[in-house]
C-alpha cells in the first residue's frame, strides 16, 4: 500500500481541523456566562447525542435488541455506567437466545 503527499496532506489538515474544533469548544465553554436556561440546553446534549447515535440500531436490528435497550435505558435509572453495559449486554444475549 502506497501513500501519496497529497493523501497524507489531507489526513494531516483532517486531523488539525478534528482536533482545533474540540480545543475551541473546551477553551470557549468555560468563557461563556449563560443564563440557567442556557446552562440546561448545554447540559441535554450529551444524552441527546447518545440517544441519537443508540436508537436507530436498537430499533432498526430486532425485538431482542430493542428489548435490551429499553431494559438497559431502566437499569441506567439505578445503576453505574458499568452496570448498564453489563445488564445491556446480558439482555441481548438472553433475548437473542430466547427469540
Avoid: C, H, K, N
Avoid at 19 to 44: C, E, K, M, N, V
Amino acid at each position: 500500500m502506497t501513500l501519496d503527499a497529497q493523501t497524507l496532506l489531507a489526513i494531516l489538515g483532517m486531523a488539525i481541523a478534528t482536533y482545533a474544533t474540540r480545543i475551541a469548544g473546551l477553551a470557549l465553554a468555560g468563557r461563556l456566562d449563560l443564563s440557567p436556561r442556557a446552562q440546561a440546553a448545554f447540559d441535554a446534549i450529551p444524552p441527546a447525542v447518545l440517544i441519537a447515535v443508540i436508537a436507530p440500531s436498537a430499533l432498526a436490528t430486532g425485538w431482542a435488541e430493542t428489548a435490551a435497550a429499553a431494559l438497559a435505558a431502566l437499569a441506567a435509572t439505578r445503576l453505574p455506567l458499568l452496570g448498564v453495559v453489563a445488564v445491556g449486554v446480558v439482555a441481548v444475549v438472553g433475548f437473542r437466545a430466547l427469540i
